[in-house]
């Protein structure tokens, strides 16, 4: 194509000729061959540079620095480069730091413990107000440890009829015995 292009009057005339064949050819896959034959962008060559630099950060500090940490050391060695793109290439290295703290567990994954009855067949709108209530668990992390908290739902007013907190699980945090077993759905 490079040869011809001069005497075609470009890239399409000459796309448009090959076209007519049995092959197919669009501008657009020339240029983007042509892209991929020049030199990497000036950004992909200091990427690959800043890869180095935070993968040998990361294994020399035992693999438990982040993003902000590994930015701090790279800043506090002369490089200048933004916490934003030191995240991005983290990502794309597939590197991360360690996490502190024990991750907090409120279900049981899977079929290992049998489902309540969806007795409102997933419709979760109510005609009136105090005719359908849901429940729900979670919890909250705190300076002190961990909060667990239930509560009721009404929902048609999305108002937490009641709820229940304490700092460990058991069954009678999420009971609801105190809220009537009828007017739970």
């Not at 007519?20 to 990497?40: E, F, N, Q, V, W």
């Not at 294994?59 to 701090?72: D, E, F, L, Q, S």
């Not at 409102?120 to 909250?140: G, I, M, Q, S, Y």
Request: with cysteine.
């Amino acid at each position: 194509m490079d040869e011809h292009r001069d005497r075609f009057g470009g890239v399409e005339p000459i796309c448009r000729t090959l076209t007519g064949h049995d092959c197919k050819i669009a501008p657009s896959t020339y240029y983007a061959h042509k892209k991929r034959l020049a030199a990497p962008s000036a950004r992909a060559v200091r990427d690959a540079e800043l890869k180095e630099l935070i993968r040998h950060v990361h294994t020399t500090n035992y693999r438990v620095y982040g993003a902000r940490k590994i930015w701090r050391e790279l800043s506090r060695q002369g490089h200048t480069v933004a916490r934003c793109t030191v995240e991005r290439l983290m990502r794309e290295l597939g590197i991360a730091g360690a996490v502190r703290g024990k991750k907090v567990i409120t279900t049981l994954p899977g079929g290992q413990v049998e489902r309540a009855p969806d007795r409102l067949e997933r419709d979760f709108v109510a005609k009136a107000p105090n005719r359908c209530w849901v429940a729900d668990f979670t919890h909250v992390k705190t300076w002190a440890g961990v909060v667990y908290i239930a509560f009721v739902v009404d929902t048609f007013s999305r108002r937490i009829v009641g709820w229940s907190a304490a700092t460990s699980k058991e069954t009678q945090l999420v009971n609801c015995s105190g809220f009537g077993r009828d007017a739970i759905a």
